[in-house]
């Protein structure tokens, strides 16, 4: 599907250098880039079972699902080189990969923790 965007001047420099580097045009970059940073969420992948599929253990566990501490201190070096602008290309997309993992399991969490307050298996949050 052909979509028109804007990019800010900063981010298609470094599209155009990757582009360059890897002998590669632009779109191609980018269009990896968009498909190596949008993980799957569709609850229909065999990869990633509905969450009304699982048993009330599997609940119970996913609505406890937390990091691994190697990657909650990695990703937390890397948030603070990042901070301080000393990222390297390689941490970025490093870092990236940690940010998904974590998107997706706070996604799978929360989805998990509805699912049992759906189920009675554990009390509402209270806010």
Do not use: C, W
Not at 64 to 89: N, P, T, V, Y
């Amino acid at each position: 599907m052909q979509v028109l965007l804007e990019l800010p001047d900063e981010t298609y420099q470094r599209a155009s250098q990757l582009a360059q580097l890897t002998s590669r045009g632009i779109t191609d970059v980018l269009a990896d880039v968009l498909f190596l940073s949008l993980p799957p969420l569709d609850e229909g992948s065999s990869a990633v079972p509905a969450i009304d599929t699982l048993s009330d253990g599997e609940i119970m566990r996913l609505a406890e699902l937390q990091m691994s501490s190697d990657e909650d201190a990695r990703l937390s070096e890397l948030l603070d080189q990042q901070q301080a602008g000393a990222i390297s290309e390689i941490e970025r997309v490093e870092l990236a990969n940690l940010m998904r993992i974590y998107q997706v399991g706070l996604l799978r969490k929360a989805q998990a923790l509805a699912e049992a307050v759906h189920r009675g298996l554990r009390p509402p949050l209270n806010l």
